[in-house]
């Protein structure tokens, strides 16, 4: 397994050993103890898996209180997948990072406590897994507009999103509610 930095501190990109063959393919999605030494030391509580069709946009979700850790990866399809960082009090506060992550590349993006996150579907239909560090709690979840200027998301040309309600009405990154 290798661990690589992004531009923000703390979001990581695994990339997991992945041993092939004509019957297909094997890999550790999960093991504490190459994570630990890695230097990500999570204690994840809930796993949550969705499948979306091409142009759904889902987030850009984070939770006030009991904020949650996120280690994600796709097992169908493709995804543009985006980290925003909502810690106040970090150099980085208000930055992004973007990535395609898909099926065919195994790679992972472990997301700490503090940013925001959220997803495009980029083909045809795409399952996403995550795994979080805390319990979804409806009454803390916010959402910050996926389309604030602010934010500078480069979002894939030629793709219409389709939002939830609430992914449609974020607020914007001046408005938020965010972290220390």
Known sequence: MRVLPTSLP???????????????????????????????????????????RRGVLRGLHYQLQHAQGKLVRVVAGEVLDVAVDLRRSSATFGRHVAMRLSAADHRMLFIPPGFAHGFLVVSDVAEFLYKTTDYWYPEHERTLLWNDAALCIEW???IEPSLAAKD?????????????
């Open 10 to 52: 703390g979001v990581l990109v695994i990339e997991p050993r992945v041993f092939e063959d004509s019957r297909g393919f094997f890999f550790e999605s999960w093991n504490r103890r190459a994570m630990l030494a890695a230097g990500i030391d999570a204690d994840f509580v809930q796993d949550n898996h969705s499948r979306s």
């Open 156 to 158: 894939p040309a030629g």
């Open 168 to 180: 449609a009405q974020g607020a914007s990154l001046a408005s938020a509610a965010t972290y220390a």
